[in-house]
Nanobody
Framework: QVQLVESGGGLVQAGGSLRVSCAAS????????MGWFRQAPGKEREFVAA????????RYADSVKGRFTISRDNAKNTVYLQMNSLKPEDTAVYYC??????????????????WGQGTLVTVSS
């Protein structure tokens, strides 16, 4: 198991940028694929991005492709989501999650066994 804590959320204007981080504890972080999901009020949780255990492979939802970048630093046990050109529809609680299958880039929340508590990102128009 890995414990996850997100940080870096906040209020930003449309067109702006924000980076959210997810600090992990536990021995399985460096062998886990990591994902970011988000949930807007009244909507289901949706996939945003995923990164393999080594950081070599990434996957993005079409809605964020070209604007968001997922990265990780295994020496710091941290995964990041850099968000640029933010839109009001990006407003949501952002969650990071760990998938013990390190090479899988899944968009299915059911494949992620550990979740953080979430960090709120609000994009104003």
């Amino acid at each position: 198991q890995v414990q996850l804590v997100e940080s870096g959320g906040g209020l930003v204007q449309a067109g702006g940028s924000l980076r959210v981080s997810c600090a992990a504890s536990g021995r399985t972080f460096s062998s886990s694929a990591m994902g970011w999901f988000r949930q807007a009020p009244g909507k289901e949780r949706e996939f945003v991005a995923a990164i393999s255990s080594t950081g070599v492979s990434t996957r993005y939802a079409d809605s964020v492709k070209g604007r968001f970048t997922i990265s990780r630093d295994n020496a710091k046990n941290t995964v990041y989501l850099q968000m640029n050109s933010l839109k009001p529809e990006d407003t949501a609680v952002y969650y990071c999650a760990a998938d013990l299958m390190g090479i899988r880039l899944s968009s299915n929340p059911g494949n992620f066994g550990s979740w953080g508590q979430g960090t709120l990102v609000t994009v104003s128009s």
